[in-house]
C-alpha cells in the first residue's frame, strides 16, 4: 500500500511539472512589454525610462527576428543609432526576451527582419 501511494504521489508530481511547463511562464505581467503577433508589433511604439529594458514576447507559434533598423516602402533598413543597443535576436516560438538596457534617451528603431512593415519604436526618456 506504501508503495502505491508513493508511486501515486510521483506520478502527481510529474504531471504538475510537466503542466507548468507546458503553459510556459507568464509574461503578460512583465515590465515594458511588447507583444509580438503573427504580423505586428502591439503596441507598434513604447516609452521606457532610461536604463530599462523591453521585454517582447512572441504570442504565436512564428519565427521572428528582431533586429536594429524599419521597414520602409517594403525594404528593410539597417540602422545603426547612437545610444541603441545592438539587437539581433531570434524568437522561434511562444517565447520572450528583454532587449536593452536602454542607457541613452533617444528615439529608437527596431524590426522583424522576417515580416516586411513589422515595426517598432522604443522611445527613452
Do not use: R
Amino acid at each position: 500500500m506504501k508503495k502505491l501511494i508513493a508511486l501515486l504521489l510521483l506520478c502527481c508530481t510529474v504531471a504538475t511539472l510537466f503542466a507548468a511547463c507546458a503553459t510556459g511562464g507568464n509574461t503578460s505581467n512583465l515590465p515594458n512589454s511588447v507583444h509580438m503577433k503573427e504580423l505586428t508589433f502591439e503596441p507598434a511604439s513604447i516609452t521606457i525610462h532610461k536604463g530599462e529594458k523591453v521585454n517582447i514576447v512572441n504570442d504565436v507559434s512564428m519565427v521572428h527576428v528582431v533586429a536594429n533598423g524599419t521597414w520602409q516602402d517594403n525594404t528593410a533598413k539597417t540602422l545603426t543609432e547612437n545610444g541603441a543597443p545592438q539587437v539581433n535576436v531570434q524568437f522561434n516560438g511562444n517565447d520572450s526576451q528583454a532587449v536593452g538596457p536602454f542607457n541613452t534617451a533617444g528615439t529608437f528603431h527596431f524590426y522583424c527582419t522576417v515580416h516586411p512593415g513589422m515595426n517598432l519604436t522604443v522611445v527613452v526618456k
